[in-house]
């Protein structure tokens, strides 16, 4: 089993930047791509960025690439969104996830979910 925790949601405006974490516990860390998704009202959950077992790559979703960052602290059993030029269609609860190895952007191949955190833009 692999628990995760999210943090760092909450209301900024249009143009803002916030960083959301995500605190693993349980199986060994190194070995998990982490994923971040999100979902928004009325709306299916969608792919935002994901990470490989070693940092060695990464993957996001068009729109928010150049945007966002994904980046992962080992030593410290954590995952981080980095978001910045945050925009109102970003406003989601924001889910990061687990699955061994290697990144991917199918929700289906995650084992392992945290409970979200909501992510407002005001415009």
């Known amino acids: 089993q692999v628990q995760l925790v999210e943090s760092g949601g909450g209301l900024v405006q249009a143009g803002g930047s916030l960083r959301l974490s995500c605190a693993a516990s349980?199986?060994?860390?190194?070995?998990?791509?982490m994923g971040w998704f999100r979902q928004a009202p009325g709306k299916e959950r969608e792919f935002v960025a994901a990470?490989?077992?070693?940092?060695?790559?990464?993957n996001y979703a068009d729109s928010v690439k150049g945007r966002f960052t994904i980046s992962r602290d080992n030593a410290k059993n954590t995952v981080y969104l980095q978001m910045n030029s945050l925009k109102p269609e970003d406003t989601a609860v924001y889910y990061c996830?687990?699955?061994?190895?290697?990144?991917?952007?199918?929700?289906?191949?995650?084992?392992?979910w945290g409970q979200g955190t909501q992510v407002t833009v005001s415009s």
């Open positions: 990470i490989s077992f070693n940092g060695g790559s990464t």
């Open positions: 996830a687990a699955k061994p190895f290697w990144a991917s952007r199918e929700i289906r191949q995650y084992d392992y």
């Open positions: 349980g199986r060994t860390f190194r070995n998990y791509a």
